[in-house]
């Protein structure tokens, strides 16, 4: 049995709510190479710009419901044939996602974009490239220590751009490799840090 995490042993972002330290203990970090559960975490890093990640975590159900859990296939079959204009409109009165148009736009834009890759490769491939598929384990002790950016994700923005997608930067891809365990984040006093090396 798993023993609860505490403040002094988690890392610091995720002490100050219920939602962030669940999030924070059972899934930032945990190597992630599902293409469906990639898709899911890309777009909603995307949906952040701007925002805190806890306000993104608390609309995540919106989301999961907007974008058919996002199933690909489902979204591919059922979504993206519609009229993009008509689909973001739909989406923003509909579902309590944040009301930025240009966010649901760019969301759809993304995900048709990870369709076409998955086509020719696992996502999991695809992402996983930009750290010679393999974690890149870090040894913060303070959150301070810690880059907003890596010359890694540059390279992924610059990729992903010239490939089309929208509302990203490296400042986003960092985050997004963090989540997904390319890059083991955690502060090494954290509990965590020890099952993401």
């Excluded at 559960?37 to 710009?49: D, G, K, P, V, W």
């Amino acid at each position: 049995m798993t023993t609860p995490s505490t403040p002094s042993t988690c890392c610091d972002w995720a002490t100050t709510d219920p939602l962030l330290q669940h999030y924070h203990d059972t899934e930032w970090g945990k190597k992630t190479c599902d293409d469906n559960a990639l898709a899911e975490c890309f777009i909603l890093e995307s949906m952040q710009s701007g925002l805190s990640w806890l306000t993104v975590l608390r609309k995540r159900p919106a989301y999961r419901a907007a974008f058919l859990d996002f199933d690909l296939a489902k979204i591919e079959a059922e979504l993206l044939p519609q009229p993009r204009e008509v689909l973001v409109e739909h989406i923003c009165q509909q579902f309590d996602v944040i009301k930025h148009r240009g966010k649901i736009a760019a969301a759809l834009n993304n995900l048709a974009l990870l369709i076409e890759i998955r086509k020719q490769t696992p996502l999991a491939d695809f992402f996983w490239q930009f750290v010679e598929h393999k974690t890149v384990v870090n040894q913060w002790q303070t959150m301070a220590e810690m880059p907003a950016q890596t010359e890694q994700s540059t390279y992924m923005n610059k990729v992903l751009k010239k490939q089309g997608f929208k509302f990203i930067g490296a400042i986003t891809c960092y985050s997004f490799m963090q989540a997904v365990g390319m890059v083991n984040d955690h502060l090494t006093t954290c509990h965590c840090y020890p099952n993401n090396t």
